[in-house]
């Protein structure tokens, strides 16, 4: 969700709630306001009635009959009313509802006390609710006012109350239209165009805001896009920035920020010209003269093999000739390192099926690996399916020519080196093992590094270990591919690198 569709849900939701709230304030307000105007009415009633009539009680007591007809023509101007004469003890004695309650019924008599004190306090109360002795299941407005009878030792408590229920009709139907086309029609107008006003307002201010971070994010997603080119900086700084609140400076630092940035990859990428000028120059310079020094060691080498006298000179001709083939193919490995890493080299691929490639570099090892007496293998399933992959014959070979030149040099005589190439999933499973001395666990995360070097837990049996740059060839033919490495292993029990491509349908029998 946009921060735009955030601000009008939130809107919506304020405008709602606020709305939910006055209908609901209007309603408790115009209920308070009919209640107090019922009890005003009632409190008002019962006193008239009590200052025009002393002995309520003693009338009752003389005729019953009478006293409730007297009742009943007081409410003559107040007929949504009902009255009781109550006892001391809540117990009604006299009624003016159609109901007939039962003997000794009796009303809560809290409430009733509550109105009788209240009666000429209204600080205490606005209005009180009681029991309606015709509707027990709901309260309704009650006034009350004690009684006592004229006798010459007066009680300490009344001698009983005189009860008013105030009952609140519905509406009739032509009042009912009439408070709707009165109130309902102007309100309802009013509040239409107050949320059509607000939502207006709303949305400008929505826009407002969020106009500048919509072209912010533009100008984030095409960085992120097409990196630090200069054209890239050139279309984001195109637009000028208006205003100076905090979207504007936020806006300004990271034009800022994205020229810094460009700067500085401008020169870095200048300097990573120059470095693999540099070493691409350099071994160019490199490979002849080591060259032509290793073709003048063999001839030596050559010339005193019959002479004896020659023996320790061929040691020291033995120790020179091996030093210039190792530094001879370093700098094969950099100026091979520096020709992968130029941005323009793309490679020119082949599909084919894997497992023949590996043939060939295993028959290229075989040799050697007899001279060590490790067994090196390169075992096929007939009935697994094909192992496709669109790969750089030249560079690929490389890659496994170096994942096996390795296995070898740290598999001691007896071991074994298997080259296996199967489908696993969307991908080409590329897998060489070995039962070598295997690889510490810390030296695992960088063991493709550029020129870092594991250490060692034997003595390389194939000759001398590595520079630290033939994994990092394979790494980097990987990636060239659009592939990964992955890399197991464990002191004394060997080790196995797994290198995974693209896989390509192939059509046919065998076919995955």
């Known amino acids: 969700m946009t921060i735009r569709q955030r601000l009008a849900l939130t809107v919506f939701l304020t405008g709602l709630a606020t709305a939910i709230g006055v209908v609901v304030t209007v309603l408790l307000a115009f209920q308070r306001f009919e209640h107090e105007s ?10 008239r009635v009590v200052s025009m009539y002393d002995d309520l009680l003693d009338q009752h007591a003389r005729s019953p009959e009478e006293f409730t007809a007297m009742l009943r023509n007081l409410l003559l101007f107040e007929p949504d009313s009902q009255l009781y004469l109550l006892a001391a003890d809540g117990t009604v004695l006299a009624s003016t509802g159609q109901a007939k309650l039962a003997p000794g019924f009796k009303v809560k008599l809290a409430p009733v006390q509550q109105a009788v004190a209240v009666a000429d306090d209204r600080r205490r109360a606005a209005y009180v609710m009681g029991d309606d002795p015709e509707h027990m299941s709901t309260d309704t407005v009650v006034a ?15 001698a009983g ?17 009439l408070f709707r086309s009165s109130l309902m029609s102007p309100a309802l107008l009013s509040v239409t165009a107050v949320v059509a006003l607000a939502s207006l307002l709303a949305a400008w201010i929505i826009i407002t805001v969020t106009r500048p971070l919509r072209v912010l994010s533009d100008e984030v997603a095409r960085a992120a896009r097409d990196g630090f080119e200069g054209a890239t900086r050139a279309d984001v700084n195109a637009t000028p920035i208006r205003g100076d ?7 300004t630092g990271f034009r800022s920020l994205l020229a810094r940035l460009g700067a500085q990859w401008d020169q870095l990428r200048r300097l990573d010209h120059f470095r693999r000028e ?36 061929r040691e020291l001709l033995h120790v020179a000739l091996r030093n210039t083939r190792n530094a001879a193919r370093l700098v094969r490995s950099l100026a091979d390192l520096a020709f992968l890493d130029e941005p323009a080299y793309r490679l020119r691929t082949t599909q084919m099926d894997v497992g023949e490639v590996l043939d060939d570099v295993a028959l290229r090892f075989a040799e050697r690996a007899a001279q060590q007496g490790v067994a090196l293998t390169s075992p096929h399933d007939p009935d697994a399916p094909v192992p496709a992959a669109a790969v750089d014959i030249e560079l690929f070979e490389r890659a496994v020519a170096n994942l096996v030149d390795n296995a070898l040099k740290f598999t001691p005589a007896g071991g074994r080196v298997t080259l296996v190439a199967q489908v696993d999933g969307p991908e080409v499973c590329v897998r060489v093992s070995d039962s070598g001395a295997g690889i510490p666990p810390q030296d695992l995360p960088n063991l493709f590094d550029r020129f870092y070097q594991a250490r060692q837990t034997a003595a390389p049996a194939g000759g001398e270990g590595g520079k630290g740059l033939g994994l990092a060839i394979v790494k980097r033919i990987t990636e060239l591919h659009g592939g990964r490495l992955q890399v197991a292993s464990q002191p004394g029990q060997g080790t196995q690198v797994s290198m995974f491509l693209p896989r390509v349908p192939v059509a046919g029998p065998g076919a995955g």
């Open 38 to 47: 019922a009890w005003e009415r009632a409190n008002g009633f019962l006193g």
């Open 144 to 158: 009350a006012r004690a009684l006592t009878r004229a006798v010459i030792r007066p009680l300490d408590g009344p």
């Open 161 to 177: 109350y005189l009860y008013l229920v105030c009952q609140n009709p519905p509406l009739p139907p032509g009042q009912l239209e």
């Open 245 to 251: 609140d905090e979207i504007s400076r936020l806006r």
């Open 278 to 313: 540099g070493v691409s120059n350099l071994s160019h310079d490199l490979r002849t003269p080591l060259t032509a020094t290793s073709a003048c060691l063999e001839t030596l080498d050559a010339r005193w093999a019959a002479d004896p006298a020659r023996a320790s000179d």
